[in-house]
């Protein structure tokens, strides 16, 4: 009955100090409460939403469930579910709101592509970081070494984190040089195919259907796999398997 009364606010309606970006915001309690008066309202979001107390003291209810509001204490609500807020001036601490869809596209995308230092080309596989960088990741790297050396639950997936954290910190700390050669149209074009084959390779066996995913000519695709790369001293082969024309593509011999 209460969802048809109940206000709903999407995350664009709680853009606070400009810091929505890409389906999530974050916010200091304080900025929060100054921008949304209504809080004490019983109301719903369309997103995720996180709060989590530093100080001060109130309730808030939770699908009309109350709660006594205390410093160290995360409050968190999925879309949907009904809450209200009253806490005292004194309050501090941090609010975080994201879309159901935020997460999404960062897991399913092939997100390490985007590292020039992982794309496997020589010249950016050697990387001398500023000092204030290095700082930055000392830190980082003392984390991966502690949880690895850990037996708590979902270890894995907080090393993922970790290591994805370190290469955030390394990637923005890269220098921007001007590039010195044109881009090697054969080596994209092969290297787009080696990235289909890692994602597709259960569809599509034919060379045919990566060409028209590169949106390249078949002969032109098969012609630039037999031959080597810059770097490489072989090239792919394209053979036959299963007794059908198939793929079958070779990377050894190529150093980047």
Known sequence: MYHRATPVSNICSLTTDGLEQQGVMVSRLSHYFGAHSQLHIPHRHSFYHLIVFTQGEGTCSIDFTEFPVSPNQVYAMVP??????????????????????????????PYLEQFPFLTGVVEDSVITLPDKVMREIIPALEGLLKEGQQKEIQKTDMMCVLLLQLFLLINRGLVKKPSKKSV??????????????????????????????LWNCNVLLETFLRQPLPGCTTGFHI?????????????????N
């Open 80 to 109: 949907g579910q009904v809450h209200a807020l009253s806490v005292t001036e004194e309050a501090q601490g941090f609010v975080i709101n994201f879309s159901k869809g935020f997460f999404y596209s960062f897991l399913l995308r």
């Open 184 to 213: 090697n149209t054969k080596s994209v074009i092969v290297r787009n195919f080696q990235s289909l084959v890692e994602h597709h390779y259960n569809r599509f066996r034919l060379p045919k259907d990566y060409a028209a995913l």
């Open 239 to 255: 053979g036959k398997e299963s007794g059908n024309q198939g793929l079958n593509a070779s990377f050894s011999g190529c150093k």
